[in-house]
């Protein structure tokens, strides 16, 4: 069993940056992030192979955030820059043990860190 501990959530102003974290205690393939705003559904944010050569985004997202690994530490990072407010969710990071196809579909993914809320202010 792998587990996922996030860290690095909080509020923030439109325009401003937070840096997430997310450290596996296992070996995966893959670390994806998802989120989930109040009254909506969780939805797929980015993801990336431990290997670092294939990432991929939310078109809601491209171009703001970016997702990178660390493989000596076994941590992915979420840089999250231009937040605007509706960006505003709690953000999962999500891991899975083997390549998967259905890279933005939840199920695709083993392990799933605690959560950490991120505000963002208008």
């Known amino acids: 069993q792998v587990q996922l501990v996030e860290s690095g959530g909080g509020m923030v102003q439109a325009g401003g940056s937070l840096r997430l974290s997310c450290a596996a205690s296992?070996?995966?393939?893959?670390m994806g992030w998802f989120r989930q705003a109040p009254g909506k559904e969780r939805e797929f944010v980015g993801v990336i192979s431990m290997s670092g050569v294939n990432t991929a985004y939310a078109d809601s997202v491209k171009g703001r955030f970016t997702i990178s690994g660390d493989n000596v530490k076994n941590t992915v990072y979420l840089q999250m820059n231009s937040l605007k407010p509706e960006d505003t969710a709690v953000y999962y990071c999500a891991a899975s043990r083997i390549p998967i196809t259905g890279i933005t579909a939840e199920g695709g993914y083993d392990y799933w860190g605690q959560g950490t809320q991120v505000t963002v202010s208008s």
């Open positions: 296992g070996r995966i393939y893959a």
